[in-house]
T-cell receptor
């Protein structure tokens, strides 16, 4: 399988649940990203991982917890979310610095918090 | 640091008409420039990119963009749009010595019959 794969595509969860979003890339990229995309709002960068190390955390609430066990996999663990956390969560990957290859995005996970 | 401004949040056009989506950027270092397209309930897909050389770059689906260094712009154009071009379009910039991109707020292109 090629590209960036996100699972699940859709997720409905209660505010007391714990769930995880998964992202997998088979492109040999060494950087991975989580973005939040809410309706009528710009893309929000949440976390950046480079060579499996978190290099950026943009003031994201602690109810979101990322994990990058290896360069091909990225997780976003969710717990005690709020209704305003409902959004499309996008994973992306890129290769290296200065190569100008841009990002490859997954199709996203549509999260609804009830 | 870099920043990107997409000058139009929504652009409605009729089918077969030409369209231009505007993007300005700001950076103190050399940059690469990108345009992405997002169809409903999908991720972003790379349309085209400018790295160096010719300032006119061609991408998929008949789109092209022109890099203008003096005006710090990278506008996206298509001479004749189709209904299927209806989507959200994002302009992005990255420093040539870094991997991370900065995205604009997006432009919604709506093509009407």
């Amino acid at each position: 399988e090629t590209g960036v794969t996100q699972t699940p595509r859709h997720l409905v969860m209660g505010m007391t649940n714990k769930k995880s979003l998964k992202c997998e890339q088979h492109l040999g990229h060494n950087a991975m990203y989580w973005y939040k995309q809410s309706a009528k709002k710009p893309l929000e960068l949440m976390f950046v991982y480079s060579l499996e190390e978190r290099v950026e955390n943009n003031s994201v609430p602690s109810r979101f917890s990322p994990e990058c066990p290896n360069s091909s996999h990225l997780f976003l663990h969710l717990h005690t979310l709020q209704p305003e956390d409902s959004a499309l969560y996008l994973c992306a990957s890129s290769q290296g610095r200065g190569l100008g290859n841009g990002y490859t995005f997954g199709s996203g996970t549509r999260l609804t918090v009830v | 640091a870099q920043s990107v401004t997409q000058l139009d949040s929504q652009v409605p056009v009729f089918e077969e008409a030409p369209v231009e989506l505007r993007c300005n950027y700001s950076s103190s270092v050399s940059v690469y420039l990108f345009w992405y397209v997002q169809y409903p309930n999908q991720g972003l897909q790379l349309l085209l990119k400018y790295l160096s050389g010719s300032t006119l770059v061609k991408g998929i689906n008949g789109f092209e963009a022109e890099f203008n260094k003096s005006q710090t712009s990278f506008h996206l154009r298509k001479p004749s749009v189709h209904i299927s071009d209806t989507a959200e379009y994002f302009c992005a910039v990255s420093a040539t010595n870094a991997g991370k991109s900065t995205f604009g707020d997006g432009t919604t292109l709506t093509v009407k019959p």
